[in-house]
């Protein structure tokens, strides 16, 4: 068994983390289309996967799910109301995991618990129509050597991240920074504040220009917080493991 949770930026908003045991698991496919994906991950994500977990539906969080599922037959965890439509792309009800706010469930020797955020969620039918697909969500993923990540979703700040810090005390937190449609670094570093996470990694920023939140912006808003910002590039990884805060 390794020591801690390898977690790979995709770009983006994909992530992919591997658990102590060996488990993969991978949030939020988008690789055909999303120009920050990084090409030496291409065909790579396929060759095991033991959960798929999604935040929302927006396109550039979903638009690769049927190809990644179909080729990896990995279960989905989502918000209970996108299951039905999941169904209607083909994909099989018995490989979706639907649950609630504030529920848990366990996948890939991890225990996912359904917190959340502060956003949309939809996608676009084949004549154009919006279809709302429930509320956006973030998760708090606990790993069997005890390590936690606070993965907050697409989502502007909000007061009760505080109680998510307090309740589960994640390791690491991962936030949106780009701004526009998410958080910007200063919301992010008041979120990072509030959370009270000793390491944060900073996302769905720089794919467009009109996302222009940086890491940089991140570590000036944070000042002497005492706040780690992991900032990675597409592709590249870093293993975060239990400590105490």
């Not at 979903?62 to 990995?74: F, G, H, I, R």
């Not at 429930?134 to 069997?144: A, C, E, H, L, W």
């Not at 008041?190 to 940089?216: K, M």
């Amino acid at each position: 068994m390794a020591a801690g949770v390898t977690i790979t930026w995709l770009g983006h908003g994909t992530f992919l983390f591997e658990a102590p045991g060996g488990e993969r698991i991978l949030l939020d496919p988008w690789i055909e289309g999303n120009p920050a994906f990084p090409d030496q991950w291409r065909g790579r994500l396929t060759e095991r996967l033991d959960a798929i977990v999604l935040t929302h539906g927006h396109f550039d969080h979903v638009d690769s799910l049927k190809q990644v599922q179909e080729q990896t037959n990995a279960p989905i965890l989502c918000i209970f109301d996108m299951v039905a439509w999941l169904t209607k792309q083909g994909i099989a009800e018995e490989r979706c995991i639907g649950f609630n706010l504030g529920g848990t469930v366990v996948a890939a020797e991890t225990r996912f618990t359904m917190v959340p955020a502060l956003h949309s969620s939809s996608h676009t039918d084949a004549e154009g129509n919006i279809v709302y697909l429930g509320q956006p969500v973030g998760y708090v993923m606990r790993f069997s050597d005890g390590t936690v990540v606070y993965h907050s979703g697409d989502t502007c700040v909000f007061g009760d991240m505080r109680i998510i810090g307090e309740l589960y005390r994640p390791d690491v937190v991962i936030l949106p920074i780009g701004g526009w449609f998410t958080m910007d670094p200063q919301q992010a570093a008041y979120a990072a504040r509030l959370i009270g996470a000793p390491r944060v990694i900073p996302e769905h920023f720089g794919t467009f220009p009109i996302l222009a939140g940086t890491p940089d912006e991140l570590r000036r808003e944070l000042g002497d917080a005492g706040i780690e910002v992991i900032a990675l590039e597409p592709g590249q990884s870093t293993t975060v493991s239990k400590q105490e805060h």
